[in-house]
């Protein structure tokens, strides 16, 4: 496992999870609130993952230029961005929009059957 992450299990889950994660949902909702598209946070999280791999390597001394690491980093942060976006988004258009949007979930959002029946 180790070879895989280019660190210590310890080290990704504190490291990646933890502070990293932290890092990335914070910019997912970010750019979510904003209006900013998706495509944003996915990019902000791929520079997340070098900065995370900067940081295994020079606190904790794991590989700096491990592939399979920064991919497996990345991919992490890339989906905790994704889902704070989502989040972020549906929370954004239902406090917005409320007398066209409802809560359908904690990621989604459906249009009123008011405003469908206005629009007749």
């Known amino acids: 496992m180790e070879a ?5 299990l310890g080290v ?6 933890c502070l990293m994660g932290f890092a990335a949902f ?3 909702q970010a ?8 495509w944003r946070a996915a990019g902000y999280a791929c520079l ?6 900067f940081l295994a390597f020079a606190l904790f001394g794991g590989e700096l230029l491990s592939l ?3 991919l497996i980093d990345t991919a992490t942060l890339v989906a905790i961005a ?5 989040l972020g988004r549906a929370r954004k258009m239902v406090e917005q929009y409320p007398w066209l949007y409802e809560r ?7 249009e009123k059957p008011s405003a469908r029946a206005s629009r007749r």
């Open 4 to 8: 895989l992450l280019g660190n210590s």
């Open 12 to 17: 990704f889950l504190g490291v990646t999870l």
């Open 26 to 28: 914070m910019t997912g």
């Open 31 to 38: 750019m979510a609130v904003t209006w900013k598209p998706a």
């Open 48 to 53: 997340l993952g070098f900065a995370d791999r």
């Open 68 to 70: 399979s690491g920064y």
């Open 82 to 86: 994704l889902l704070a976006f989502r």
């Open 104 to 110: 359908a979930g904690p990621l989604g959002w459906r």
